[in-house]
């Protein structure tokens, strides 16, 4: 039952992964909506939502004695935050001017980089299952990122 629960939450991820940058890019692209305006009024009823859960599920008081026992993890949160916002803000930049095809490739190399730098910051093990791995994830992004730029166009009859 769990591992159904599981599966189900991934599926609803990757397809909500794969549906927010095309969405993403009719908005910026199309309805000429500004990157800025489209953070703000994304992050506005993302909060509104989140207030109402945390607030209903009693997680909001935990977190108010959690900042008051350790304040820098209200500290970490801002910087991640700010990082977040100014990662979002180059991130649709891509979409607005690339597309999304390409913005999804970007995030994939953002992806490995995130890999490597917790390898690299945090103590574990790197073994070669993990290189093999790398090396893998990084050629089927080469291979996705040189299929587009050398896609031959459809002839219409």
């Not at 859960?53 to 959690?66: C, K, Q």
């Amino acid at each position: 039952t769990r591992l159904r629960y599981g599966v189900m939450l991934l599926v609803v991820a990757v397809g909500c992964d794969a549906l927010v940058p095309n969405v993403q890019e009719k908005i910026l692209s199309n309805m000429g909506v500004r990157a800025v305006d489209m953070i703000m009024w994304t992050n506005a009823l993302s909060g509104i939502v989140t207030f109402t859960y945390t607030l209903v599920s009693g997680e909001f008081f935990a977190a108010l004695v959690l900042f008051a026992k350790e304040p820098q993890v209200l500290v970490w949160l801002v910087l991640q935050a700010v990082s977040g916002y100014c990662g979002l803000r180059c991130y649709l930049t891509i979409v607005r001017d690339s597309g999304a095809m390409f913005a999804v490739l970007a995030t994939s190399f953002r992806k490995v980089a995130t890999i490597v730098l917790s390898f690299l910051l945090f103590s574990k093990p790197f073994t070669t299952r993990h290189f093999v791995a790398l090396i893998v994830l990084q050629l089927g992004v080469g291979l996705a990122i040189t299929a587009r730029r050398y896609k031959t166009p459809k002839k219409k009859f």
